[in-house]
């Protein structure tokens, strides 16, 4: 059975002080929980890492980084390398969201290197692919998702592709209150698992999580997650606020 992920990228907000009171709201709620089938995952900016790492109880949730470094150490000021990140105790780091893409121009080259820099620290890549709505709207984006996963991911051996988990996050739809529909979010995963079972078999594909994202909420949260292939969200605005984050990890 692959794992079942609810990872939630605060992007660049909160407050140190609010971020701290915020995971601990949800570390809170979860740990009431009685069963802990979902994996829960804290993605706030750089400076909380530590603390938010030291005050969770990691058995029920973790923590992902937002970023890393292409390069791992040396004079490239304002970069922050995987190895620190790993120092901090988080477990994961969200590589090529679409605003990474777009606003830094990291490009599949680059987000292969950090691909490598996380799996070098023993850390999770969340690995991000989504097309944009010019590429939907002109029927490229099979083949624009197809390119992302070769490029970024496919020279991998098996064994390190087997630690990714991928984030199908088209970009029309993050942020905006767009949501892609659930059949539009099941056609595009179970396209991503064949693309996958077509270099490395179908035992590999049937294992990796893929999780969607772009406008996840409460509200819908439940029907994407009900489908086969949807293995999860990676949630930007609903997870600024407890209730709603625990909401949607509630939809499995
Ligand atoms: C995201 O940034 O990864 C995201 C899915 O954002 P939102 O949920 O706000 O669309």
Request: aromatic residues 8%; neutral net charge.
């Amino acid at each position: 059975m692959r794992k079942k992920i609810v990872a939630g990228n605060w992007k660049m907000n909160n407050s140190f002080n609010r971020g701290i009171e915020l995971a601990t709201e949800i570390n809170k709620l979860v740990r009431k929980q009685d069963e802990h089938n979902v994996t829960v995952i804290l993605s706030p900016p750089y400076i909380h890492l530590a603390e938010i790492a030291r005050i969770i109880d990691k058995d029920v949730v973790s923590v992902a980084a937002q970023n890393c470094a292409a390069e791992p150490k040396g004079a490239f000021t304002g970069e922050v390398s995987a190895k620190m990140i790993k120092s901090t105790g988080a477990q994961y780091i969200i590589i090529g969201h679409s605003e990474r893409r777009q606003y830094y121009c990291e490009d599949n080259p680059v987000l292969k290197q950090k691909v490598l820099r996380a799996l070098e620290n023993s850390l999770t890549p969340i690995f991000c692919i989504g097309e944009l709505l010019s590429e939907r709207e002109s029927g490229n984006h099979f083949k624009v998702v197809k390119s992302q996963l070769e490029e970024a991911l496919f020279d991998l051996p098996a064994n390190a592709f087997g630690k990714i988990v991928v984030a199908y996050e088209p970009v029309w739809a993050i942020g905006t209150g767009v949501t892609a529909s659930s059949a539009q979010a099941q056609e595009m995963h179970a396209f991503i698992r064949l693309t996958i079972a077509d270099k490395y078999g179908k035992e590999m594909a049937d294992s990796i999580s893929i999780l969607y994202g772009g406008s996840c909420k409460p509200s819908n949260a439940k029907e994407l997650f009900a489908n086969p292939d949807v293995d999860g969200g990676l949630i930007g605005g609903a997870a600024l606020q407890a209730d709603d984050f625990f909401a949607i990890i509630n939809s499995f």
